[in-house]
């Protein structure tokens, strides 16, 4: 009896399981460091996945309110060319640039610009329609050529300093779904040589 309880004593106090040799400590390793470097790989691809979508985001933004803002045209003149007849009466040819900055067309109504001379108490001295097809492309310039007569002014100087104004009226569509009514400016002045015809500081603003 004595000897059967000593060694049912013996079979409690030996171990449940054998120890883990080298080779089953190095695989769990092995097994531990895939897992970790497969999650590394993960919240790698999450990180940048998720900076894509930002700049995604801000890209959308930007392109967003590029379009939506609508700007007002900007009017200015160039190529002005004078010619005078025998009375001493002046013909001017030019050209009108209408640039439109949006992302949309941009329809404007039929414009009258007015022309003053200083040299005769900023009156009137002629005026001219800035109209061809009434539209521009989106982000493009339009070119329109004007003509515009000036009487003699009999006057002693010469050279006459004119002013050139007008205030264009339309209309931006952007998409066809988003309008808004935009007016722009022009005032233009210059100085004509009455003795060469020439033009010189031509200036808009």
């Not at 309880?5 to 092995?30: F, G, K, T, W």
């Not at 935009?182 to 500081?201: A, P, Q």
Request: glycine share 4%.
């Amino acid at each position: 009896m004595a000897a059967n309880h000593q060694q049912q004593d013996h079979q409690v106090l030996a171990p449940s399981s054998m120890p883990r040799s080298d080779a089953e400590n190095a695989n769990i390793n092995y097994q531990f460091e895939l897992m970790r470097n497969k999650k590394k790989k993960r919240m790698r691809c999450m990180a940048y996945i998720a900076i894509f979508a930002l700049i995604q985001i801000i890209v959308i933004l930007y392109i967003a309110l590029a379009v939506i803002r609508v700007k007002s045209p900007r009017l200015r003149m160039d190529r002005v060319v004078v010619s005078s007849d025998p009375s001493g009466d002046l013909r001017f040819a030019a050209r009108v640039l209408v640039r439109n900055r949006n992302f949309g067309r941009y329809k404007f109504d039929a414009t009258y610009a007015t022309v003053r001379s200083t040299n005769n108490n900023n009156n009137n001295v002629g005026q001219f329609l800035i109209d061809d097809e009434g539209r521009v492309r989106a982000r493009s310039t339009k070119k329109i050529a004007v003509i515009w007569d000036v009487r003699s002014s009999n006057s002693s100087s010469r050279s006459m300093d004119l002013m050139v104004e007008a205030k264009m009226r339309g209309k931006v569509e952007v998409f066809r779904v988003i309008k808004r009514r935009k007016s722009g400016d022009m005032n233009c002045s210059m100085t004509v040589d009455l003795d060469t015809n020439g033009v010189r500081n031509l200036r808009c603003m």
